[in-house]
């Protein structure tokens, strides 16, 4: 059974951090793209940042320079570091594991709250 399993997310103050993790399980890890995507009230689940196998990264332009996506295949897990955080970043956090079109998990999500 496929689990990821996000832990980090809370509430911070507008220019603070977090760090999220995601712990998986019941896949080989170090074969999967991993990334993290997040969702705000009121609208749609979006591509946050990216890791390939390769450790290949990719954010979007909203986060650049103040999110870093890492993996340790040793641990599988993926991390999210967050700095220098705005209030409108405040969304539920999803990790997603993917394998090309045939394989693709999520997990639960955790809530991040930036107060201005």
């Known amino acids: 059974q496929v689990q990821l399993v996000e832990s980090g997310g809370g509430l911070v103050q507008a220019g603070g951090s977090l760090r999220l993790s995601c712990s998986a399980s019941?896949?080989?890890?170090?074969?999967?793209?991993m990334a993290w995507y997040r969702q705000a009230p009121g609208k749609q689940r979006d591509l946050v940042a990216s890791?390939?196998?390769?450790?290949?990264?990719d954010y979007v332009d909203s986060v650049k320079g103040r999110y870093t996506i890492s993996r340790d295949n040793a641990k599988n897990t993926v991390y999210l570091q967050m700095n220098s955080l705005k209030p409108e970043d405040t969304a539920v956090y999803y990790c997603?594991?993917?394998?090309?079109?045939?394989?693709?998990?999520w997990g639960q999500g955790t809530q991040v709250t930036v107060d201005s």
């Open positions: 997603n594991a993917r394998l090309g079109r045939a394989f693709e998990h």
């Open positions: 019941g896949i080989i890890f170090k074969i999967y793209t």
């Open positions: 890791i390939g196998v390769e450790s290949m990264t």
